[in-house]
């Protein structure tokens, strides 16, 4: 059979039943380092982030944990024995802990213990302990399914310091390697463990430490891994070895995974160095061909991750940026001394120093090493912190010897959601207040930058409340002034406090209110947080007209003032998600106005959010009314863009104008999936996709003719609509091609 491979295929390895944001194996959701997650912190405050729990006295071992389901499984050491624990993913609590196997004997340098990543699937999870035991359990309750021993079972032969793989499922198959001749690689049915073909490849004597990676798709389907003496493919299908290479075998130990994208694939050796390799069809079989070899891409135990195009690595020297394509290396950094464990998530990469546990936030950059935030592992043991950072639903997770620390990470902004109208170098805010909203007198009208507007409260002043600006980093400021009360004198401040925080925790007062007025000049004082305070208890609501802040970076004030009520009635214990997704939908919100503006259009200031157990869709907005549903959000919570998306159709304003569905829907994609999101539109099928597929198929159209013909393409189509002036015809003024012709032209670059 000719073997026909896919250079520009990308391979999903997902586990099933598992979130966006969940980390349900090795390396995560595609084994690739990789989380696309969003919405997460895109700096650190001093000291790095909050510790959300730590689990102690969880024994020792190297492995990485594996988060799904609202569960954190993780494989650890007791004594000779290893085990499964399940930990509460909110507290870290423990659920249940089974025996798995016993530890591996190891030989040289000692470093006895776990060290796989647990896999999860559907209702079941599956170990591989160090001497070799393969089990499958319940993930509900660990109760074993089936087990199999690499050794005794399969005539497996351990590296010197015993099994380490993470094992692959693949549909209805689980593939690991037991190594030596008899069973280089296997695969078995992953219900029942009965062996589905064993590979033999003589010569290659012992697994190793990394893991199986997928390849190609179909008929040229193989699986990839790093064996002591080279790096080998095997069909998918049968285990028929393939090719080899062996450029970069470590003297010591293979570790690293190798990254697969299309027909490429990153293979690299601590002590040799760094190769990019390219499959082809080689008659029935298929070969590769080295593309590049530098011994400076000699990424480590730590692994590397590839994000824009970018290879992110450690040796045991350094941090590097490479090329992919070409391998050149475009910077260097010691943050990676010693040797680092790296993982992305959310626009930033995570690096876990080995010798120190010192991890740092870095953004991903070409140009060079940008550090975000850096803070010290506490309760550090004396073992080398080799397990990979996890980032996982909001949490950062860091395994040591004894310990799991679980880190807050998730953030109120989200990255691809900076206001664009903040100007470049503008520090953004949000308003904290104890005191509800009088109708649309909403509270970011304290910040709008005019005097005419205010923000009035509904209910009487007490002397617990507050009325608080919260800096997103803090600024140096040089004046504050605040005017509070309304054009009749009501609603003003008269003996309360202006107070400052360098912190946004810390408070001290810096003038008084008289006559509804408080100020204070400075030489650059440091600010994170304005806090408004009364002296007593009012018989008045509170109105605040205008903060006025003078600072380096300057502020930016709210272009597009918004505010969300939400309703939980039908589900109460939503009400913490709820919050956090209307805050995030803020913060998007003048993002979605500039995507969509247009000449006199003044969009909404007050949203409802309603979370409905009748409604059976996903979400819909009706005027300034977006309804979701309570089932759907609590099975997918970090679908946090659809919420995006129905409030894209509140500021599309469409309603009664005739446009067709198709566009109205793709507009609104086309902001989640390209200016919120971007990262996140998943695979578009070229046979099936026409532009007006609508959603995000229709959104990636519009990003194609945007970014080759016209770059205000969506706005001065959402203008047309907007004003009940759309027509097909439009496509051929603003491009010169119809709209069929340019949806033709778009999938031919699908099917590249």
């Known amino acids: 059979m000719k073997r026909a ?69 993780l494989q650890t050491t007791r004594d000779n024995e290893e085990f499964l624990l399940a930990l509460d993913e909110k507290s870290g609590e423990k659920v249940w802990s089974v025996p798995i196997g016993k530890v591996g004997p190891n030989r040289g340098p000692q470093y006895p213990g776990t060290r796989s990543t647990p896999t999860i699937d559907g209702d079941f999870i599956y170990c591989l302990a160090s001497a070799g035991e393969l089990a499958c359990l319940a993930r509900a309750d660990g109760m074993l399914i089936w087990a199999k021993n690499l050794q005794t079972d399969l005539e497996g032969k351990p590296g010197n310091w015993a099994y380490s793989e993470s094992v692959l499922i693949d549909k209805d198959v689980l593939v690991c390697t037991p190594g030596g001749d008899s069973a280089t690689l296997a695969a078995l049915n992953k219900t029942t463990g009965n062996v589905v073909w064993k590979s033999s490849v003589p010569g290659l004597e012992t697994a190793e430490y990394s893991s199986i990676m997928i390849a190609g798709a179909g008929d040229s389907k193989e699986y990839v891994q790093f064996l002591r003496k080279a790096l080998i493919g095997v069909e998918a299908k049968t285990g028929k070895f393939l090719w080899r290479y062996d450029r970069t075998i470590d003297p010591g130990a293979n570790i690293p995974t190798p990254i697969i994208v299309g027909n490429r694939i990153f293979s690299s050796g ?36 590839l994000v824009d195009d970018k290879l992110y690595g450690t040796t045991r020297s350094v941090l590097f940026c490479a090329d992919f394509a070409t391998g050149k290396v475009l910077w260097t950094d010691r943050a990676g001394n010693g040797g680092a464990s790296i993982c992305s998530a959310g626009g930033r990469l ?3 120093n080995h010798n120190s546990g010192d991890v740092a936030l870095v953004e991903p950059s070409a140009e060079a090493y940008h550090e975000k935030g850096r803070f010290t592992q506490p309760d550090r043991s004396d073992k080398p912190a080799w397990p990979h950072p996890v980032v996982a639903n909001g949490g950062l997770y860091l ?44 509270r970011q009208l304290a910040f709008d930058g005019k005097a005419e507007t205010f923000f009035r409260s509904s209910q009487n002043v007490a002397v617990a409340d507050h009325f608080s600006l919260v800096l997103e980093k803090p600024v140096a400021v040089r004046s504050i002034s605040v005017v509070t009360g309304d054009a009749e004198g009501h609603g003003k401040l008269d003996g309360g406090t202006l107070e400052i925080s360098a912190d946004g925790s810390a408070f001290e007062q810096i003038a008084k209110f008289a006559e509804g007025l408080a ?64 805050e995030i939908c803020i913060r998007a919100y003048p993002m979605i106005n500039e995507e969509l503006k247009s000449d006199g259009f003044q969009p909404a ?38 919420m995006v998306h129905e409030t894209a159709h509140v500021v599309q304003h469409y309603r009664g104008r005739g446009n067709p569905g198709w566009l109205v829907e793709g507009v609104a994609d086309y902001v989640r999936f390209f200016k919120f999101e971007p990262g996140n539109l998943g695979r578009i099928d070229a046979n099936r996709a026409r532009y007006n597929s609508s959603y995000r198929v229709t959104a990636a159209f519009l990003a194609y003719v945007t970014e080759k013909y016209d770059r205000e393409l969506v706005l001065k189509l959402n203008k047309l609509m907007r004003e009940g002036n759309y027509r097909e015809e439009i496509f051929k003024d603003l491009t010169g091609k119809t709209v069929q012709e340019l949806d033709e032209e778009w999938r031919e670059t699908l099917k590249r």
């Not at 104890?434 to 649309?440: C, F, I, N, V």
């Not at 018989?539 to 605040?544: D, S």
């Open 605 to 642: 200031r007050l949203i409802k959010m309603t979370l409905s157990s009748n409604y059976k869709g996903v979400a819909a907005a009706s005027g300034t009314h977006i309804t979701g549903s309570v089932k759907f959000f609590k099975d997918h919570p970090d679908d946090v863009g659809a």
């Open 270 to 305: 601590s002590r040799s160095g760094g190769a990019l390799l390219e499959l082809k069809t080689e008659g029935d079989g298929a070969a590769v061909s080295e593309k590049y070899f530098d011994p400076a891409l000699a990424a480590s135990v730590g692994g590397s991750v």
């Open 399 to 442: 395994r040591d010897q004894g310990l799991l620390l679980c880190y807050e990470v998730k953030g109120p902004a989200v990255a691809a959601a900076e206001p664009a109208t903040s100007g470049a170098g503008q520090v953004t805010a949000t308003i904290k207040t104890t005191l509800p909203t009088a109708g649309d007198q909403i």
């Open 5 to 73: 491979l896919l250079s520009g295929l990308v391979v999903s390895i997902c586990a099933a039943a598992a979130t966006a944001a969940d980390w349900p194996q090795w390396r995560g959701p595609q084994r690739d380092g990789v989380s696309r997650e969003t919405g997460l912190l895109q700096e650190w405050p001093a000291g790095g982030p909050v510790l959300r729990w730590k689990a102690a006295d969880i024994g020792t071992g190297y492995s990485s944990p594996a988060i799904a389901g609202g569960r954190v499984y």
């Open 519 to 582: 100020g204070s000049k400075s030489q650059a004082q440091m600010v994170q947080a304005i806090r408004l305070r009364p002296g007593s208890d009012l018989e008045q609501p509170l109105v605040v007209r205008e903060i006025t802040i003078e600072s380096d970076p300057p502020v930016a004030v709210f272009k597009y003032p918004v505010e969300f009520s939400v309703d939980v009635t039908d589900s109460p214990d939503m009400q913490e998600w709820a919050n956090r997704v209307a």
């Open 350 to 352: 995570y690096v876990r």
